[in-house]
């Protein structure tokens, strides 16, 4: 049987929102996210980020700085609970009615939210369920990707989350939960798979 996963958006999610992050020590930790991905590290369930990062597109910085923070961000979940994420996976393209301006990444792509384009790659290069399978994001389209692959989508207050509740920002849009952060989401996710079992 396909294994469920825990697909996570990183800005607002896992790291305190701080728009495009030009200094690798400018990523920090939310509290408490190492210690909820070390719950779902200690049940087995898969856990994988996703995350629309429009800033080589945006010629803001190459993607060799994304992959730094993203090395940075498995760092600081490692030293501060010994968690880990199993994959990774970003969007690095951009339209130019978006905002794309680097020839190398401006164009449409499947990968960006709220496509699914990430979720299906992750899916079968991991044997992944995508049906069994939960997106804890802060913006409307985490939600929408979300349901566009028939995943649980869930919403948190962190980051954009709350503006996405008050109708503030992006658009108003349906979560199947809302946590007021990841610690809360796990929890949720938890009671879901045990009471499918």
């Given amino acids: 049987m396909s294994n469920i996963a825990v697909f996570l958006d990183r800005d607002g999610v896992l790291n305190i929102e701080a728009g495009y992050i030009h200094r690798e020590s400018d990523l920090h930790l939310i509290p408490g996210v190492a210690k909820a991905v070390r719950k779902l590290n200690d049940l087995g369930i898969f856990c994988c980020l996703v995350s629309n990062q429009s800033g080589p597109a945006r010629s803001y910085y190459p993607v060799s700085h994304v992959e730094a923070l ?73 939600i929408d990707m979300a349901h566009n692959a028939g995943l649980k989508g869930i919403l948190v207050k962190t980051g954009y989350g709350e503006k996405v509740i008050q109708g503030d920002y992006q658009h108003h849009t349906k979560p199947d939960y809302i946590a007021a952060d990841l610690a809360i989401a796990v929890d949720w996710i938890v009671q879901e798979v045990r009471s499918k079992k």
Wanted: glycine letters at 8%; a negative charge; hydrophobic letters at 40%.
């Fill in 70 to 142: 993203h090395r940075r961000l498995c760092v600081l979940l490692e030293e501060e609970a010994g968690a880990e994420l199993n994959a990774l996976y970003y969007c690095p393209y951009l339209s130019p009615s978006q905002g794309g301006i680097n020839p190398q990444f401006t164009g449409w792509s499947a990968w960006r939210k709220p496509n699914t384009g990430m979720l299906v790659a992750a899916a079968w290069q991991h044997d992944l369920d995508l049906k069994r399978s939960f997106m804890v994001g802060d913006k409307a389209t985490d």
